[in-house]
């Protein structure tokens, strides 16, 4: 059974800096396709950033530059840096993981159904300006 466990969300203040976490257990991270996505009340669901098994990173816009994707392959989680962030970046924040091998990280954030992926169950950051 896949169970992604995000943590490391919190409250903090524009242009700090959070690292999250999402402990995988039952999936083998180096072989799939992950990431980040995102949700503000009265809004939809966005790719944040995400990270194919042949180590391309992409991410969106609005957090490139101040961003980063990572894996720990040991340990089997999945990071995102968060730096300098803004009172745009307060969101649900959730780590997502794909059902098949071989897809792209672009694809992954961009096109992907909510049924493609496993879902954690999402760490609230909140950034106050």
């Known amino acids: 059974q896949v169970q992604l466990v995000e943590s490391g969300g919190g409250s903090v203040q524009a242009g700090g800096s959070l690292r999250l976490s999402c402990v995988v257990s039952g999936y083998e991270i180096s072989r799939y396709c992950m990431g980040w996505f995102r949700q503000a009340p009265g809004k939809e669901r966005e790719g944040v950033a995400a990270l194919d098994a042949g180590m391309i990173k992409t991410y969106a816009d609005s957090v490139q530059d101040r961003f980063s994707i990572s894996k720990d392959y040991r340990k089997n989680i999945l990071y995102l840096q968060m730096n300098d962030l803004k009172p745009e970046d307060t969101a649900m924040y959730y780590c997502?993981?794909?059902?098949?091998?071989?897809?792209?990280?672009?694809?992954?954030?961009?096109?992907?159904?909510?049924?493609?992926?496993?879902w954690g169950q999402g760490t609230q950051v909140t950034v106050s300006s």
């Open positions: 997502a993981a794909a059902k098949l091998e071989h897809g792209t990280s672009r694809y992954f954030l961009r096109y992907s159904k909510e049924s493609d992926n496993y």
